[in-house]
């Protein structure tokens, strides 16, 4: 019998289940890596030849030299595990997840200040909320990725 | 005997502890937050506990992806903040309670709870915030948490996480695991994560202060039916993030059967990507 997966409905969200973790098992463990200050370093120095002493496919390194953290969570990046990308270009949490929608830092801070982003629209595929795939990319950021 | 006299919830945004280690504290934004534990604060000077249960999740800190405890209870004599990529938090390292740590261990695994004992591990923000938030800022060095802390890690990181229903009914294993250890100890259940936030994808931001509201009186009022939500719910309505809130249960399950006194009650938005939930219960 095939795993039961009800959250695949849900739109704008990946949930990290056993399938998303196979994918991104070594995209994950480099992240962790820059739990070291000598590995950030090393990687800020030269990103593509730290990417490449790891087993990760070639659109996984794009994605994580592109800082599309969308793009990370499609090769089965977890937004624990990415954080610590984030945190080695010196990015917030708040930053980090403001890069997945398309607003600018300022968009995404504003919105938070009046109150977040509405339930409304947004728990299922098909209706009409902010976080749709129709409705994106929802603000003017210049480009994907922080 | 030991005994549960309180347990206290509380969201564990790492932005807080930014805040407060960068002496941001007293900016507007940050003040609405802080203000909500001024009490919160004085009540933990005034109940002396002598050993805090800290029931949070680890955020691929101190478990990568080699190992992901579903259940993971620290028997350590003390534990470092970690280094999550911004390098550890300047705050005091955390002294552990090995000998009652052991003891709940041995008692809820004969429960039928499977839980893994870790005698070695950094503790990520899931742990400090909520430390800080409750205790206020402390010198790393010359500063101290008030009293031993039993961090108890829960996946909540890869799905599926624990249901809601497992939770409550750990929750109550650990009481009597408690209530069975031969010391006259003041024991505080803390629950912490939540509540409603999404940190990915286009749907980042989330947030359900209805729902939110609702879960906190439920938690109060009716936690055994609470307890039966199904984890579908709780990322449709609070976020991806927001399952976080299973922890609460653990912690609620910890409890008297007896409607609690509650304490304090905070719910605040925004902290960074986050709704701030927070509720200080008193057995009655």
Redesign the interface.
């Known amino acids: 019998m095939a795993l039961d997966k009800?959250?695949l409905d849900?739109?704008?969200?990946?949930?990290?289940?056993?399938e998303q973790?196979r994918k991104g098992?070594w995209l994950?463990?480099f992240?962790?890596s820059?739990?070291?200050?000598e590995n950030?370093a090393r990687f800020l120095a030269d990103p593509r030849a730290v990417l490449d002493e790891w087993p990760m496919t070639e659109a996984q390194k794009q994605a994580v030299l592109a800082r599309d953290?969308?793009r990370c969570?499609a090769e089965g990046g977890?937004?624990?595990?990415l954080?610590?990308?984030?945190?080695?270009h010196g990015k917030?949490?708040?930053q980090?997840?403001?890069s997945?929608?398309?607003m600018t830092e300022e968009e995404?801070r504003d919105?938070?200040?009046r109150?977040?982003?509405?339930?409304e629209g947004?728990?299922?595929l098909g209706e009409d909320g902010?976080?749709q795939?129709h409705?994106?990319?929802?603000g003017s950021a210049a480009r994907p990725g922080f | 005997m030991a005994r549960i006299t309180a347990s206290v919830y509380t969201s564990h945004?790492?932005?807080i502890g930014?805040a407060l280690d960068q002496g941001k504290s007293d900016e507007p934004?940050w003040r609405k937050v802080f203000a909500g534990y001024e009490f919160s604060r004085q009540w933990l000077k005034e109940s002396r506990p002598d050993v805090i249960f800290l029931v949070y999740n680890d955020?691929?800190?101190a478990f990568?992806?080699?190992f992901i405890p579903t259940f993971a209870i620290g028997t350590a004599a003390g534990y470092a903040p970690?280094?999550?990529?911004?390098?550890p938090r300047p705050v005091p390292k955390v002294t552990g309670h090995p000998e009652l740590a052991s003891h709940i261990a041995q008692s809820v695994i004969q429960d039928d709870f499977d839980l893994t004992i870790v005698n070695r591990m950094d503790v990520d923000h899931g742990l400090t915030v909520p430390l800080s938030l409750m205790c206020g800022a402390q010198d790393p060095v010359h500063g101290a948490w008030p009293c031993p802390v039993i961090p108890f890690a829960v996946n909540v990181?890869?799905?599926?996480v624990p249901s809601g229903r497992r939770c409550f009914a750990l929750g109550r294993a650990i009481r009597k695991a408690v209530a069975s250890y031969d010391a006259d100890l003041n024991v505080q259940v803390w629950g912490t994560g939540g509540m409603?936030h999404?940190?990915?994808?286009?749907?980042?931001?989330?947030?359900?202060?209805e729902?939110d509201n609702r879960f906190l009186d439920r938690l109060i009022a009716e936690p055994d039916k609470l307890a039966e939500v199904p984890?579908?719910e709780y990322?449709?309505?609070a976020g991806?993030?927001g399952i976080e809130l299973v922890m609460w249960l653990i912690a609620r399950g910890a409890m008297s059967d007896a409607p609690p006194r509650v304490r304090h009650r905070f719910y605040h938005?925004?902290a960074?990507?986050t709704?701030v939930g927070h509720l200080i219960l008193e057995n009655a």
């Not at chain 2, 990181?157 to 599926?160: A, D, F, G, L, N």
């Open positions: 009800p959250y849900i739109p704008g969200t990946t949930i990290f289940d056993a973790s098992y994950n463990q992240c962790m820059l739990m070291k200050p950030r953290l969308n969570i977890n937004i624990y595990f954080a610590k990308l984030g945190a080695t917030s949490f708040q980090m997840a403001g997945m929608t398309g995404y919105m938070m200040i109150g977040g982003r509405s339930v947004n728990r299922h902010s976080a795939p409705r994106q990319p929802q | 945004v790492p932005a930014a934004y955020h691929a800190t990568s992806l080699d970690a280094d999550e990529g911004w390098g990181v890869q799905y599926p409603s999404q940190l990915q994808g286009p749907r980042a931001g989330l947030i359900n202060a729902w984890h579908i990322v449709r309505e991806s993030e938005v925004p960074s990507n709704a």
